[in-house]
Each structure stands twice: as structure tokens, then as C-alpha cells.
């Protein structure tokens, strides 16, 4: 008799409390918790943009003075969105009947109302705190009253001579469109899995970085006080050792440094930012003296641009974005058969879900800085060699 | 059969089902001696983990009235990681490969047999309610199962039992 088939097979569900987004779900209050990135600044103009973020639609827009905004899209007079109004000097007015509205939400006129508005001081437009750092423009979701600091990164700040920040919003490492259409925990704590380099961009697809990256390593993984790090020691058969350190830093940055292994701390940084439930966007800041350092990041296969593989080479070469998109819309987390290289991924739900429960007991999550003072924060992850230094890379020396 | 399904039960006693993390593995601030151990499985990776002193001797002594069933994240490696530094028998138990809300899972294993499920409150995503077919012990996670009073557990599945 046949056995395993899969007749009758039930399958799992999700871990939905780590991964939907949504206001008032478990994780999406933890998010909400810190500042995101939403956008590049350049895309915070005098024209209304939409911008999905945590499951809410919100208006972007720039006012005339340059201060940027984010509103809830539907007015609060009847209703209509803020998409179609006209943004001027200190703020939106909705196309219906012209309510105008400050970056705080704050009703400035009722055109239509005597005196502009009787009592236009006792109403609001739904809005959110909004800063811009680093080329991004960020925006605080959660409580007013537990409003953390915009933190600043030590990789990014002193850059020297010659270095600039780049910024990026078009899905550095996700290995696919710039609007990623599945789960963001899909993404996110594949930064924990290291095992997969060897063999989905190694032996499986070709090497998609560099000969060292085909190493299996022995990966020694910690937790940190802000995230879970992968310490991946790979000896690369010349008497070096190479020390790549990955974090993941709550409640979504990625920290990977160069898979092309640039030596030394990171130089850049990811946040996988949830657009709703199925769909999220990276935002990647780094520093480098190349304008064009993280469009060249992106892999390419036998030469090839992702976008422009057939779909028998997607199937012959396979990437993150493949792997990580065919897990379905969610991933039926109760379904995996978590083993041995799954430890930082099983780590960085076991911490989740920690969050999700001081949030909901009303404690602040890891990582949230209150004091300006405390706001820079260090980077460790980075790719280290250790011994022969002068010794070539792998790469170096395949392509000698 | 496509999940995995664990060694069944040999039926001759209760069990005793355990988590790892804040059970076996303190990760906070501990309110009880521990020793750091270096523990990995096959070498692929390792884990700097605190452990309380008084582990061993406990799990040694659950294993003579229990039969111990790994339930955790840990998966196939509990066992072998932690043989060393729990003075564990050479031949692993049998192991559940579940993180979180495992009551399903603990229940579809036991078949019938009177169980204590020892756990920290993390792996509760849900709460699993109040049962009456085996014992639930959520430990303070800085104690680990060094605060879990082996005598009343005897006692709580002595209950089910009649």
C-alpha cells in the first residue's frame, strides 16, 4: 500500500500573530512601535501620493514650504480621499468642499463655513509624526504617548572623503520586483538563515555572489539585545577564516552585510517594511563611494536580469525571491519541520513572539531609544577575515 | 504520514513533556546558580546556552517516573545538544518538533496517556485554557525547570490518573 501520499492532506495555518500587520494585531502593534521608512524624500512632493504601511493607506504629499505629511486618505468633513486635493503652502485642501489641513492634521479653513469655519478648531484629519533621515521619510504609527526617537546608525554617520549615502527603495536583497507580494516574515527571517546561501545561490543556481559564499559554515548564533545574530565562521582553504556577521534588529531591519563580501562593518542597511499582510518593500540605506553600489548588488543569473528570466529560468535559477514568494501569500509556518540550520529562524520567532506579549502587557519592545542622548546606535554585523591577510579572495583569484 | 511523526509512546507511563527555552535554558537574567555550555548537534552550529545547576539531577529524576518527550523549536536536535550538559541518556527521546500553542500536538502524541507539559509562557501564543486530561506548568523563565516541585507534579497527575 501506498503511504505519505497526499490524499486527505490538511495543511497548517500561519503564525498569524507574527505575521499580519494590521492595526490591533499582535505584531503590527509591535511594529507600530517604531519609526518605518515609507518612502524616498524625493518621493514627498507638492503632488499626493498614496502609501500603503501596516496595512493603512496614507497620503503623502509635501507642502509648498517643504514640510512632509501623512494623512489619513479620507476626510474627515464627507469623506472623499485627499488623493485628488491640492496641496499648498501649509497643507492639503480636499477637493469637495476645500477643508484645508496642516501636516498634524490641523483644519485650517472651511471655505464653505462662516468665518472659514466656526469650530474647525475642534475637529482633526487623522495624521502621523513624520521625519526625514538618511534620504527616507519615516513615519511613527503607534501610541502618541510612547513615542520613541528616530534613531541614527553609527555605519551611516562620518562618512569619509569620497563616501555618500545611497538609498534604495526597490527590493535590494529580495531578489525580485521592488513591491515584494508576499509575507514580510518571509523575507525577514531569512536574514537568519545562512544555510540557504550554499545551496539555493551556490550549489542550486550557480554561484549568485562569490566562490567563499558556497562554503557551508558553522554558524554560531546569540541573542542580542535588540535582534538575534548569525556569526558564519567559513574557512576559505588558504588560511583565512572568514567571520560574516548578520542581525536581524527588531522589529524588521535586516543587517547583511555585502553577500560580494566588501570587508569590514556593514555599509548598509535594510528595513522590510509590510505594505499589508502580502505585500512589503525594503528600503536600503548605504554608504559607499559608487552612486550606483546598490542597484550593482543585485544578482544576476548567467548574466541575466531577474526581470528578464523566462520562466524555465526562473525554474533552473532559482533565488530568494522564488523561494520565498512560493511559501504562498503566508506561509503555513505550523507546517515547517524546523531542524537543524533553522535555529536563528526558530530564534527570531521565539523573540517575536516575546514582543508581541510585552506590548500587549503595555512594556515598551527591545531596541526603543526615549533619550536623544542614547539615539545613535552601533552596527556589529560585517564580513571579517581572519589570518593570512594578504591573502586574495576566492573570487580574486578565480577571476585572475 | 507527511508531518513527522514521533517515536509513539511506550504506554507504560505518564509523560512528561518539556520545552527547552526557559526550561532547560535560562535566556534572561537567572534567579538560579547556572553554567554556561557550548552546545551544538553534528557541528554544523552552536549555541552559548545557560543552564541551571539543578537541571540534571531533575530531569534525571522526571526521567525515572516519566517518560521525557522533547516538545520545541529545538526539533531533533534537542537531545543531542543537550546530552552533555543534562547528563542525558545515550539513546534520545522522542521529540515533537513544535514551537508555539503545542497543546494540539502534545494531546495527538499522548493518545490517551496522563501527561504534564512543562513550558514556558512564550511558546502560549493563544492561551491553551484549562485542561483536564494532563498538567500544564508554565515556569518562571529565570528558573527554569529549577523551581518546578517534582513531588506536586506527581501529585497533579496522580489526579488524572484517577
Not at chain 1, 136 to 156: A, N, Q, S
Not at chain 1, 333 to 346: E, I, M, N
Request: net charge negative; with cysteine.
Amino acid at each position: 500500500m501506498d503511504t505519505g501520499t497526499a490524499y486527505g492532506l490538511r495543511q497548517g495555518a500561519p503564525l498569524y500573530d507574527l505575521a499580519q500587520v494590521g492595526p490591533g494585531t499582535p505584531y503590527g502593534e509591535v511594529l507600530r512601535r517604531y519609526w518605518q521608512p515609507v518612502a524616498l524624500v524625493e518621493n514627498a512632493t507638492t503632488r499626493p501620493a498614496r502609501v500603503r504601511v501596516l496595512g493603512e493607506e496614507l497620503i503623502l504629499f509635501r507642502t509648498r514650504k517643504g514640510v512632509p505629511a501623512l494623512l489619513h486618505p479620507r476626510c474627515i468633513h464627507r469623506g472623499a480621499s485627499l488623493f485628488y486635493g491640492g496641496v499648498e503652502d501649509e497643507g492639503i485642501r480636499c477637493c469637495y468642499h476645500g477643508w484645508v489641513f496642516d501636516p498634524e492634521g490641523v483644519c485650517l479653513e472651511q471655505p464653505c463655513e462662516p468665518e472659514l469655519g466656526l469650530h474647525r478648531d475642534r475637529v482633526r484629519q487623522p495624521w502621523y509624526p513624520v521625519q526625514e533621515q538618511y534620504g527616507l521619510i519615516w513615519v511613527y504609527m503607534g501610541p502618541p504617548e510612547k513615542k520613541p526617537v528616530l534613531p541614527r546608525y553609527d555605519t551611516f554617520e562620518d562618512l569619509p572623503d569620497g563616501e555618500q549615502l545611497i538609498v534604495n527603495d526597490a527590493g535590494v536583497g529580495g531578489g525580485g520586483p521592488a513591491e515584494l507580494d508576499f509575507n514580510w516574515l518571509q523575507h525577514w527571517e531569512n536574514v537568519m538563515d545562512p544555510f540557504h546561501v550554499p545551496i539555493l545561490h551556490a550549489r542550486f543556481s550557480g554561484n549568485q555572489f562569490t566562490p567563499e559564499m558556497a562554503v557551508i559554515p558553522e554558524v554560531s548564533y546569540e541573542y542580542t539585545p535588540t535582534g538575534v545574530r548569525s556569526i558564519q565562521m567559513r574557512g576559505l582553504g588558504d588560511g583565512r577564516r572568514l567571520r560574516r556577521v548578520t542581525e536581524v534588529m527588531f522589529p524588521n531591519l535586516r543587517v547583511v552585510p555585502s553577500p560580494k563580501l566588501a570587508s569590514g562593518q556593514t555599509n548598509m542597511i535594510g528595513w522590510v517594511v509590510p505594505e499589508d499582510d502580502t505585500n512589503f518593500r525594503i528600503f536600503t540605506v548605504a554608504r559607499d563611494e559608487d552612486p550606483a553600489f546598490l542597484a550593482k548588488l543585485r544578482s544576476t543569473h548567467e548574466g541575466k536580469a531577474w526581470k528578464d528570466l523566462t520562466d524555465a529560468e526562473h525554474q533552473r535559477l532559482p533565488g530568494d525571491y522564488e523561494c520565498q514568494k512560493s511559501q504562498g501569500p503566508i506561509s503555513l509556518h505550523s507546517d515547517d519541520h524546523l531542524t537543524t540550520t533553522d535555529q536563528g529562524v526558530a530564534m527570531v520567532r521565539r523573540m517575536m513572539a516575546k514582543q508581541t506579549k510585552v506590548v500587549a502587557q503595555g512594556g515598551d519592545p527591545v531596541g526603543l531609544v526615549f533619550d536623544p542622548a542614547d539615539a545613535l546606535v552601533r552596527i556589529d554585523g560585517g564580513n571579517y577575515f581572519e589570518g593570512a591577510p594578504d591573502a586574495p579572495l576566492l573570487a580574486d583569484a578565480v577571476e585572475d | 504520514m507527511t508531518r513527522y511523526e514521533a517515536r509513539p509512546p511506550r504506554g507504560d507511563r505518564p509523560l512528561a513533556v518539556l520545552g527547552i527555552s526557559d526550561v532547560v535554558v535560562i535566556e534572561g537574567t537567572p534567579s538560579v546558580p547556572v553554567t554556561m555550555h557550548h552546545v551544538s548537534a553534528w557541528g554544523r552550529w552552536v549555541r552559548d546556552v545557560a543552564v541551571p545547576d539543578a537541571a540534571p539531577d531533575l530531569i534525571r529524576v522526571l526521567a525515572q517516573r516519566y517518560e521525557v518527550v522533547w516538545a520545541s523549536e529545538w526539533g531533533h536536535n534537542a537531545h543531542t545538544a543537550f546530552a552533555e550538559a543534562l547528563g542525558l541518556p545515550a539513546e534520545p527521546w522522542p521529540f515533537l518538533p513544535v514551537q508555539f500553542d503545542k497543546l494540539a500536538v502534545i494531546r495527538d502524541y499522548a493518545r490517551g496517556l496522563p501527561w504534564v507539559w512543562i513550558d514556558g509562557p512564550v511558546v502560549d501564543l493563544h492561551d491553551p485554557g484549562e485542561v483536564e486530561d494532563g498538567v500544564i506548568v508554565r515556569v518562571d523563565p529565570s528558573c527554569g525547570i529549577a523551581g518546578v516541585d517534582l513531588d506536586a507534579l506527581d501529585a497533579a497527575v496522580r489526579g488524572i490518573v484517577r
